[in-house]
């Protein structure tokens, strides 16, 4: 009885899997974002429904305006979407430091925002039109703190020389997401509100 040995199969490095040294490549982060970003979306976009067959179905839907300091805060987000893109290109730890400063000032400015809507006693006054606005605003602004976690993450790990580069792309692109989801939420309630 013969046994006939095979001989072994090339393998095909991937380029695109793999690192310059040969090792494969962490996209494990990456597609967690996209899988975080997914289902984000799909939380949004259901309030988005709700708040439109609410307001559609109601005769007691009234609207607001919105105070200014969103408006402001919008920049600082925006900004600070610049800095972190900044940071990622360069490296550097200042400029994802400011990225980090100007996320903290972003929701200080929403908390005020808040506390000046609570203290005109708008969210008794305009019932589930001020409703739909704490659970949007309030909602991204949980989702942000869990970006600046994760940015203040990236920030340990960039100034101690070992952060990869799939990591940070990860996290910016959760954060750049976090700014155009803002835009999203401002438009609609600047609308519908």
Same mark, same amino acid.
């Given at each position: 009885?013969?046994?006939?040995?095979?001989?072994?199969?090339?393998?095909?490095?991937?380029?695109?899997?793999?690192?310059?040294?040969?090792?494969?490549?962490?996209?494990?982060?990456?597609?967690?974002?996209?899988?975080?970003?997914?289902?984000?979306?799909?939380?949004?976009?259901?309030?988005?429904?709700?708040?439109?067959?609410?307001?559609?179905?109601?005769?007691?839907?009234?609207?607001?305006?919105?105070?200014?300091?969103?408006?402001?805060?919008?920049?600082?987000?925006?900004?600070?979407?610049? *800095?972190?893109? $900044? %940071?990622?290109?360069?490296?550097?730890?200042?400029? =994802? @430091? #400011?990225?980090? /400063? +100007? !996320?903290? &000032?972003?929701?200080?400015?929403?908390?005020?925002?808040?506390?000046?809507?609570?203290?005109?006693?708008?969210?008794?006054? *305009?019932?589930? $039109? %001020?409703?739909?606005?704490?659970?949007?605003?309030? =909602? @991204? #602004?949980?989702? /942000? +703190? !869990?970006? &600046?976690?994760?940015?203040?993450?990236?920030?340990?790990?960039?100034?101690?020389?070992?952060?990869?580069?799939?990591?940070?792309?990860?996290? $910016?692109?959760?954060?750049?997401?976090?700014?155009?989801?803002?835009?999203?939420?401002?438009? +609609?309630?600047?609308?519908?509100?």
């Amino acid at each position: 009885m013969s046994t006939t040995v095979l001989p072994p199969v090339p393998t095909v490095p991937a380029a695109s899997v793999a690192t310059p040294d040969g090792r494969p490549a962490r996209r494990v982060a990456e597609t967690g974002v996209w899988i975080a970003i997914a289902t984000i979306s799909m939380s949004f976009a259901a309030l988005t429904s709700a708040l439109v067959v609410r307001q559609s179905s109601a005769p007691d839907w009234q609207h607001f305006q919105l105070p200014p300091l969103l408006y402001v805060n919008t920049l600082v987000l925006l900004v600070s979407s610049v *800095t972190l893109e $900044s %940071s990622r290109r360069r490296q550097a730890v200042a400029t =994802l @430091h #400011a990225t980090l /400063v +100007l !996320g903290l &000032l972003f929701l200080v400015g929403q908390a005020l925002a808040w506390r000046q809507l609570a203290a005109q006693n708008l969210l008794l006054a *305009t019932g589930p $039109s %001020s409703a739909f606005f704490y659970v949007f605003t309030v =909602l @991204h #602004a949980l989702h /942000v +703190l !869990g970006g &600046l976690g994760g940015l203040g993450y990236v920030e340990r790990r960039l100034a101690a020389g070992v952060l990869s580069r799939t990591t940070f792309k990860a996290a $910016s692109l959760y954060w750049h997401f976090m700014a155009l989801l803002w835009l999203y939420l401002l438009a +609609l309630l600047t609308i519908r509100g």
